[in-house]
């Protein structure tokens, strides 16, 4: 435990909630919006995402997020992505974040796929020239070998988290952030990439899994949050907290 203790906090989440106001009118068009912007009619109603949440992940821990549609999960991995902010509380992120929270997200639908690994690479930070020297690696491990030249518009969902997960993950991000992405792959790449997950929790990374699949969770994680409807109902040990959203769900 002291040994545990003695790691980096890499995630610290600190009383945070997150509200959205969600419209209660239908508007159709721009301009509709606009005017009953401008008129002051525009209604909105208050949508809590996340309540109150408090927790630390320290460097190389595995942390999986479960819950049914709706909980909050995806909410939770984008704040601490950075690509939302909350409305109380706060979230720090120590290190350099992976995240692969959308399918598609950093690529361009109209590039083609050796276009859009520099691309999808400069979004995360890294140089040309990096991405060249790692080129052959990326398209070894997402087995596109015959689809470079074509636009990733023509990628079925398979192939382009292939893509994705395989530039997360060419280097050991301090952080990684799977959101269920991996779903749509097949049996074999699915087994792939947990035994990269692996690998990069061995060098020291830090990861938050979101997944229905229980049994992947159980596999990857030490410890498991289980959100419904924004609120913590258990953060325990993967076995204990996965056991008992099973005994819930089952009800």
């Not at 989440?13 to 301009?31: A, C, G, P």
């Not at 350099?96 to 950093?106: D, F, H, K, N, R």
């Not at 952080?175 to 792939?192: N, Q, S, W």
């Not at 990374?205 to 990857?220: F, I, P, Q």
Request: aromatic fraction near 10%.
């Amino acid at each position: 435990m002291e040994e545990i203790l003695d790691r980096p906090v890499m995630i610290d989440v600190d009383h945070m909630m997150i509200r959205f106001n969600k419209s209660t009118q239908k508007i159709d068009n721009l301009k509709e919006y606009f005017v009953k912007l401008l008129k002051r009619e525009l209604m909105f109603q208050e949508f809590i995402a996340i309540y109150d949440l408090s927790f630390q992940i320290r460097r190389g821990e595995s942390w999986g997020i479960i819950g049914t549609n709706g909980s909050g999960k995806s909410t939770l991995l984008k704040a601490i992505s950075g690509i939302i902010k909350p409305y109380r509380g706060k979230v720090s992120v120590y290190g350099t974040v992976s995240p692969l929270i959308e399918l598609g997200a950093g690529f361009d639908a109209n590039m083609t796929a050796r276009e859009n690994i520099f691309l999808n690479g400069c979004v995360l930070g890294y140089s040309e020239k990096f991405m060249q020297e790692h080129f052959d690696e990326i398209v070894k491990f997402a087995e596109l070998e015959d689809f470079l030249d074509s636009p990733i518009k023509n990628f079925s969902s398979g192939m382009s988290a292939r893509l994705g997960f395989s530039i997360a993950t060419m280097v050991k991000p301090d952080i990684l952030i799977v959101d269920e992405i991996l779903a749509v792959g097949d049996m074999k790449f699915r087994k792939k990439c947990e035994q990269r997950m692996n690998e990069v929790l061995k060098g020291g990374t830090t990861l938050l899994y979101v997944s229905h699949n229980l049994n992947e969770v159980k596999r990857l994680c030490q410890h498991v949050i289980w959100l419904h409807k924004g609120k913590v109902i258990m953060i325990g040990s993967a076995e204990e907290v996965c056991r008992k959203y099973e005994e819930e769900m089952g009800k």
